[in-house]
């Protein structure tokens, strides 16, 4: 997905923006998430006037944004993922109730 995402920013002269204003459009997206959410799933009612996005679209978003931002500072998401799973699994495997009952 990455290298995807990269390609389509290599077609624009303006390439990747900078770091501050990537963490801007992140926390923007964020923002936008937090508002379908509270459309769909709170008691905020959306006006008749909104565009009807969705959760997924959103999430979506972000997850391209997200890209966009590992793409510009070199990060792996692959090997991010992968270590982050490593460090929950070891670090949290005991910390809430299991299915399988197992606790050690």
Request: proline share 2%; glycine share 4%; aromatic share 10%.
């Amino acid at each position: 997905m990455q290298k995807e995402v990269d390609q389509y920013i290599q077609q624009f002269k303006s390439g990747y923006f900078t770091p501050l204003a990537q963490m801007v459009r992140l926390t923007e997206e964020v923002g936008e998430l937090a508002r379908e959410v509270n459309h769909y799933y709170g008691q905020k009612q959306k006006k008749l006037s909104e565009a009807p996005n969705t959760v997924e679209e959103e999430l979506g978003d972000i997850l391209f944004v997200t890209m966009i931002m590992a793409n510009s500072l070199d990060v792996d998401l692959t090997e991010v993922f992968e270590k982050n799973m490593a460090k929950f699994n070891h670090r949290d495997h005991n910390r809430f109730e299991r299915k399988d009952e197992k606790q050690e």
